[in-house]
């Protein structure tokens, strides 16, 4: 499974860290749905910490999509909750008409 | 849904968007390569403002400790001339100089650390993008139309995600950067105007020109406490030497004379 952290490129995950980290996921949902910001925050760490110890970085020139992509390490809740209300990244452009 | 999924989705979505537009998705990969190389310099460009950032939260940082030692020297200044109130002021401002160099500490690493990630994506970005230029020669020399659509599909969705990322660092960057730019801004104003001395615990300027003011007579009162000294250590001597001493003085008087004599 591929996951991407935000800023911080894509990690090929094994079986056992992607069981690990829906567990965590499901933290992270429980947070943004309940407003907790210290139970979001150290959601998110672990779940980073997770794919970076666990996970092996993708090859700068490898063109992946990710399964899962993990907001910014330093993400607010506020900043997740916002993006997800959006639905849109503000700034991209892939460059198609 | 889960976090994780949720935001793959909105990646996702934005490239399926672009995608369901392309009528031959062939012709738009150099329309697209060039807006990846776009972004490229939008995101060096990016590096060097935070970079520029950081150098001047680092000035500031100079700038403020030597304040802040110049507090300290007051502070030892005041103090050996007695007053401790002054002392008190200097150690004062001192203190509040030294909350805002920590602050700008912070500052300076998170700006660190946020310039080492942004080089880093940039470098990743840089090569996704040169891969990218490859795979779409190979596309279009290779595939007919229809073929072609499946393979840039997956070409797509990952360049448009990798940008997705890099143009949201991006952001950040600039947001962050704006905020310490204004913040840096106030200290740089401040520090020119050397406002931050009064405005900052009560007016070093003051302290200053109290210090200076005492300086010179303090000088006076060193020197008569000097004399006092000298006298009190040669008073006893006197009172001493008041019954023996006299005689002493005789006997000294009458070898000079003896010695005038010869």
């Known amino acids: 499974m591929i996951v991407r952290i935000l800023g911080e490129g894509q990690f090929r995950v094994g079986q056992d860290a992607a069981t690990r980290l829906t567990a965590l996921d499901k933290d992270l949902d429980a947070a943004v749905r309940d407003d907790e910001a210290a139970a979001f925050t150290a959601a998110l760490h672990a779940a980073v910490a997770l794919v970076k110890t666990s996970g092996t970085p993708l090859a700068a020139d490898e063109i992946a999509t990710a399964d899962f992509i993990l907001p910014f390490s330093d993400a607010t809740i506020d900043e997740v909750r916002k993006l997800l209300a959006d639905g849109t990244i503000p700034g991209d452009s892939i460059g198609l008409p | 849904m889960s976090v994780m999924k949720r935001v793959s989705l909105i990646f996702r979505a934005k490239a399926d968007k672009a995608l369901d537009r392309m009528e031959d998705p062939r012709e738009t990969l150099d329309y697209s390569y060039k807006q990846q190389v776009e972004m490229l310099t939008r995101v060096r460009r990016g590096v060097a403002d935070v970079a520029t950032s950081r150098k001047r939260v680092e000035l500031q940082m100079n700038s403020l400790q030597k304040e802040i030692n110049k507090r300290d020297t007051q502070a030892r200044d005041a103090l050996s001339k007695g007053r401790e109130d002054l002392a008190r002021a200097a150690l004062q401002n001192k203190a ?10 912070t500052q300076f690493a998170s700006l ?22 490859t795979r779409k020669e190979t596309i279009k020399a290779t595939y007919t139309a229809a073929e072609a659509q499946t393979r840039i599909n997956e070409a797509f969705s990952g360049i ?15 947001d962050k ?51 006092k000294g000298e006298i009190a250590a040669n008073a006893p001597k006197q009172i001493e030497s008041n019954g023996a001493g006299s005689a002493d003085q005789e006997a000294a008087t009458a070898e000079q004379q003896a010695g005038d004599g010869s």
């Open chain 2, 96 to 105: 509040q100089l030294q909350s805002q160099y920590s602050d700008l500490e």
């Open chain 2, 177 to 227: 950067t704006a905020q310490m730019q204004a913040r840096a801004g106030a200290i740089d104003e401040l520090l020119a105007s050397g406002a931050l001395e009064d405005h900052v615990g009560g007016g070093q300027d003051s302290i200053q020109a109290e210090l200076d003011k005492i300086g010179a007579s303090s000088d006076v009162d060193s020197e008569l406490a000097r004399l």
């Open chain 2, 160 to 174: 448009s995600e990798e940008m997705g990322d890099v143009g949201l660092a991006i952001q950040r960057a600039e």
């Open chain 2, 112 to 133: 660190q650390e946020q310039e080492e990630k942004l080089t880093v994506a940039s470098q990743r970005l840089d090569a996704k993008v040169q891969a990218f230029r």
